[in-house]
């Protein structure tokens, strides 16, 4: 198994430039979410899923927008970058269901935007 | 919302007991957890506490809770340099607990 892969590992944009991150499981997990981390602030969810077709936002949904067409696929999309969105971003994946709610984290993309 | 504290950094000596804390506020979280960041990688868990249980150990770490107070600690016994990390505490949140909340890390770095 692979686990979580991301890709890219980095990127630079411009201000207003648009892209996804991309996010992948091979562990059929139901739940993958995305979350982003800056200094000082830990960790803080944008994105969830709870199964293929289901999203939901999270504590920082602005400026980022999310699909769920297949359980293996999570992208993330950046409509129109801004400064504010440099930061590393990190995807992760659980069973839906398990009793203690492990995520699997990915090594994460470190977006600048300029 | 909801908030959870950490101090930001810590220093030991190599062989020293380290000891990390955190303070979280949602009294009714049903797991608590304790995940590992090495520079440029992802997070990994460490280990995890159900919030019926006051204390876990699991090798060297070992994991406290205090209910009341919402205090959660982790212990890392024999810290070694390949401990340097940065520590979160998280605790999880929303119908399914699979959302998380983490605190803003504690860099641990370990002295020869």
Excluded at chain 1, 59 to 86: C, I, K, M
Aim: proline residues 4%.
């Amino acid at each position: 198994n692979a686990g979580v892969t991301q890709t890219p590992k980095f990127q630079v944009l411009k201000t207003g430039q648009s892209m996804t991150l991309q996010c992948a499981q091979d562990m059929n997990h139901e739940y993958m979410s995305w979350y982003r981390q800056d200094p000082g602030m830990g960790l803080r969810l944008i994105h969830y899923s709870v199964g293929a077709g289901i999203t939901d936002q999270g504590e920082v949904p602005n400026g980022y927008n999310v699909s769920r067409s297949t359980t293996e696929d999570f992208p993330l999309r950046l409509l129109s970058a801004a400064p504010s969105q440099t930061s590393v971003y990190f995807c992760a994946s659980s069973f839906r269901t398990s009793g203690d709610n492990e995520q699997f984290f990915g090594p994460g993309t470190r977006l600048t935007v300029l | 919302g909801e908030d959870v504290e950490q101090s930001l950094f810590l220093s030991v000596r190599e062989g020293d007991s380290s000891v990390i804390n955190c303070t979280y506020t949602d009294s009714s979280s049903t797991y608590l957890y304790w995940y590992k960041q090495e520079p440029g990688a992802g997070l990994q868990l460490l280990t995890y506490i159900f919030s019926n249980m006051d204390m876990k150990q699991d090798q060297r770490l070992t994991v406290l809770l205090n209910k009341k107070d919402k205090h959660l600690s982790l212990r890392i016994a024999d810290t070694q340099t390949g401990d340097s990390a940065i520590y979160f505490c998280a605790e999880s949140m929303g119908n399914y607990g699979q959302n998380f909340v983490f605190g803003p890390g504690t860099r641990l770095s370990v002295l020869p």
